[in-house]
């Protein structure tokens, strides 16, 4: 597979959640977001790719848009399907390393003859404000993925990253949306899958 056909490969894509809709009463599902990727990203400044990536989940196909790719599966079609959701656990734990150390150092500075050396008050609010900008960001690390196949083995996974904690913006993945995406998968499969509608 060249280079060019990686970045349009449409049956497995990482992407910037930028919106998620979730009809409660169809049940269907369209997400929009953009191909992640330094090299994607420089290309579409160039004008030289699109990073647009759609994903359309509905009671007679699921539509997925990958610029100016499309690809169709017939829900009814659909044989099996998984999601999970994720985050990054590395944050919080830099963000508690940093709150300890803030701790350490006023607990230190009240209980020694010297109190506080220069410095030392500046450097314990620094270290708060640096691991509340990491307790943040983990907020905004969630990524969730769905995998969706056929019974001959097509189909479609991707790995769907919060934007809303990046610069380019966008929508936010927790693990209630996981949940509520494959309830929604759930019922459109139920009554609209061979392998599954009674």
Do not use: C
């Not at 369209?30 to 994903?55: C, Q, V």
């Amino acid at each position: 597979m060249n280079f060019f056909s990686r970045l349009t490969n449409a049956s497995s894509a990482k992407i910037l959640l930028k919106n998620l809709e979730m009809n409660s009463e169809t049940h269907e599902i369209n997400m929009k977001g953009e191909r992640k990727g330094f090299i994607r990203w420089l290309l579409s400044k160039l004008g030289l790719t699109d990073r647009t990536y759609n994903l359309s989940i509905a009671k007679d196909r699921v539509t997925i848009q990958n610029a100016k790719n499309f690809s169709i599966l017939p829900t009814k079609e659909l044989h099996n399907y998984s999601g999970g959701y994720k985050n990054n656990k590395l944050l919080i734990l830099l963000s508690f390393g940093l709150i300890v150390a803030a701790l350490y150092l006023l607990i230190d500075g009240i209980n020694s003859y010297r109190g506080f050396t220069d410095g030392i008050p500046f450097l314990i609010i620094l270290l708060i404000l640096i691991a509340g900008v990491f307790g943040w960001l983990y907020t905004k690390s969630g990524v969730i993925f769905i995998e969706l196949n056929t019974f001959n083995g097509l189909g479609t996974n991707v790995k769907i990253k919060s934007g809303s904690g990046t610069l380019q913006g966008g929508g936010t993945v927790t693990n209630e949306s996981v949940r509520e995406i494959l309830t929604h998968i759930h019922e459109l499969t139920n009554s609209n899958s061979k392998y599954y509608s009674k």
